[in-house]
């Protein structure tokens, strides 16, 4: 198990579980410590150029992008906007 407070590799200190973080990665918009009962794992996710509806407010854009996502499967064919150790679920929860 990872202590807190926790430092990637790419520099970020992340004081919290489940709380994401502004990445210094040059390609992600975000980082988090994930948990799911006993089981950790770092996410990063959502590229910086991308636009989310934190900036645009479109809802038809919004609709759009859950419909799409609403499909993603893992490797076990569960949905992956329903676990928390995916970044579907992330970018779902937090940009969209």
Request: aromatic share 14%; charged share 40%; net charge positive.
């Amino acid at each position: 198990m990872m202590d807190l407070p926790y430092r990637t590799s790419k520099g970020e200190l992340i004081s919290s579980f489940n709380k994401p973080v502004t990445s210094k990665d040059s390609t992600h918009k975000k980082v988090v410590l994930a948990k799911d009962g006993t089981r950790t794992k770092l996410i990063r996710f959502w590229a910086k150029w991308y636009s989310d509806f934190t900036k645009h407010k479109d809802n038809d854009r919004r609709e759009r992008y859950r419909a799409r996502h609403w499909s993603i499967k893992t490797k076990d064919w569960k949905l992956a906007y329903k676990n928390k150790l995916q970044a579907a679920y992330r970018s779902r929860k937090e940009l969209w």
